[in-house]
Structure formats: C-alpha cells, structure tokens
C-alpha cells in the first residue's frame, strides 16, 4: 500500500503504477513517498525475484548476442536476481565503510584444533569461521543488525547471513539462517550443501534469493584487502 504522498509523487514523475513493482521502504513495507522519488526501473524487480524463489534456478548461459561495435553476455535468473538485490540495497540503505586489520593466529589455531577431529572431506574453513565472528560481532551490537525503514530503524533478533558465492554468471548469496545460534560445523555443512549445489546447476528453494540481515564475500583467496559492491 503507498501514502497519499507517495502517489503524488509518483503521478508528478509519469510512473504507470500498475505496471511496476516496488519495494516499500515504510513501516511493514509500506511505500513512501522517498520510493518513488529514488525509484530506477530495473530489468526484474525485486517482488519478481522473490517469486522465482521456489522453482530452480537456470546456470547454462544464455548464446552471446553479437552486435555492431558490441558483444551482449545475457546473463541467468540468478545471477539477475543477486544483482538485482545488491542494487536495490545500494539505492534504498543508507552505508558506511570501516576497515580493520586483524591478527588472526588464534582463530587459525582454533581451526587446527577442530579440524583434527574430523575427515578431510568436513573440514571446517576459515571463511566458516569469520561468517561465525561477523554474526557473533553482529549479535553483540544489535545496531548494526538492523534496517533503515525511510522513518524507523527495524532491529532484527536474528542474524540472517546472505554469503556471496560463486563467479561471473554463476553467482549467488544463498541466505543462511540464524548463524549466531548456530555451531561452526553446522554452517559449514549448509555452506559446503549451498557451494556443491551451485556447482552442480541443482539450486533451488526461497534461501537463493531471500534477503538476510548482512552479505558477506570473501575475496581474501586473491589478495583483496577489502571490497565494497555498487
């Protein structure tokens, strides 16, 4: 449902409400006026990606469409759906950056000492690890576990964690659950399941495209410091 405002707002800017969809930003996701001002039209909305939730998702790459002076790469319905997900986050959250180095010997250690307890198949990552510390970190201030609502701020009880994975066309940021109740060996089966399950072109189910409560990526495996998504 939009305000009063919001319809204006969108009257003065010739938006045809009945052929767009948008995600609300207001208290319960009511759409307010700030939506239709920032509103871009976008190649798939954000309800249409959470629709295609349940049904698998395509991998296979659509041909490369050749043009004059240009080449167009058509990209699958996940990967237009993470995008889609990060943009729309980019444009409606309001964002800061801090940067830290951390000496990380304990937690390598920590991983030694569980690791020799279990196969060389199960093997728990130091990605796991860090997933584990940033909903541990976010549990511990509850203020950063929250979203902006255009005139409230919605602190979340749960610490939801999309984790970016995979590359180029196959890329996706599989939701994985209350991470901060959970134990290390847990979230590393649901993420090693998410990864196998990507690779095999079998993903399926609402946690590919839902929407935790923070993303995380890890590209420390090529040497990057720290990334920012736009």
């Known amino acids: 449902m939009a305000s009063p405002l919001a319809w204006t707002v969108a009257k003065d800017k010739g938006l045809d409400l009945t052929s767009i969809a948008i ?27 959470t629709a295609a939730a349940p049904a698998a998702v395509a991998t296979t790459a659509a041909v490369p469409i050749v043009g004059d002076n240009y080449t167009d790469y058509p990209l699958n ?14 444009q409606t959250i309001p964002h800061y950056y801090l940067t830290v180095d951390v000496t990380l010997d304990s937690l390598i250690g920590l991983r030694s000492t569980l690791n020799s307890t279990l ?39 749960n610490v939801d964690i999309n984790v970016v994975m995979g590359n180029g ?5 599989p939701l994985v659950q209350d991470v901060s109740s959970r134990g290390v060996k847990s979230i590393s089966d649901e993420l090693s399941s998410n990864l196998n399950s990507i690779e095999e072109g079998t993903i399926a189910g609402e946690n590919f495209a839902a929407v935790g409560t923070v993303t995380v990526m890890n590209l420390g495996m090529y040497g990057v410091k720290s990334c920012t998504h736009h």
């Not at 609300?24 to 990606?49: K, L, Q, W």
């Not at 196969?119 to 860090?130: C, H, K, P, R, V």
């Not at 066309?169 to 940021?173: F, I, W």
């Open 77 to 90: 319905e996940a990967s237009i759906a993470t995008a889609n997900l990060l943009s729309h986050s980019k």
């Open 169 to 173: 066309d196959n890329l996706y940021a």
């Open 119 to 157: 196969d060389e198949g199960a093997q728990i990552s130091l990605n796991d690890l860090l997933i584990k510390a940033s909903a541990c970190a976010m549990k511990s201030c509850p203020a950063a576990n929250a979203s902006w609502m255009g005139d409230s701020v919605r602190m979340y009880d």
């Open 23 to 49: 995600v609300g930003t207001g208290p319960d996701g009511r759409i307010i006026a700030d939506d239709f001002r920032e509103y871009i039209p976008m190649a798939a909305s954000t309800d249409s990606v």
